[in-house]
């Protein structure tokens, strides 16, 4: 079975940082073939896309988190990270890890084209 697990979430102050991790494990293809992103869910919010990265390590961004937020993968470890920096109360979300097999595809952060999803990690900024 595909298992995507999140961590390093936590609480954190105005203008702090944290990291999140995302370890893929159980894909039926090479893990550079899988766009990997990250999203968040606030309360009685709709989810929305963070960022994205594709096998090659092309990135997008929400405007909302572009130049504080950094996406990476390791795909030798089968691993995305997220760095959040100058984290602002609007931050506070669960952030959700997810996959989608596209091979040359564009890079999308519409929540209905990805193919599996971890349970999430929450963050908190107060």
């Known amino acids: 079975d595909v298992q995507l697990v999140e961590s390093g979430g936590g609480s954190v102050q105005n203008g702090g940082s944290l990291r999140l991790s995302c370890a893929a494990s159980g894909l039926t293809l090479h893990y550079s073939i899988y766009h990997m992103a990250w999203f968040r869910q606030a309360p009685d919010k709709e989810r929305e896309g963070v960022a994205v990265?594709?096998?090659?390590?092309?990135?997008a961004y929400a405007d909302s988190v572009k130049g504080r937020f950094t996406l990476s993968r390791d795909n030798a470890k089968n691993t995305l990270y997220l760095q959040m920096n100058s984290l602002k109360p609007e931050d506070t979300a669960m952030y959700y890890c997810?996959?989608?097999?596209?091979?040359?595809?564009?890079?999308?952060?519409?929540?209905?084209?990805?193919?599996?999803w971890g349970q999430g990690t929450q963050v908190t900024v107060s």
């Open positions: 997810a996959a989608r097999a596209v091979v040359g595809g564009p890079q999308k952060l519409e929540p209905r084209v990805y193919d599996y």
């Open positions: 990265i594709d096998g090659g390590g092309t990135t």
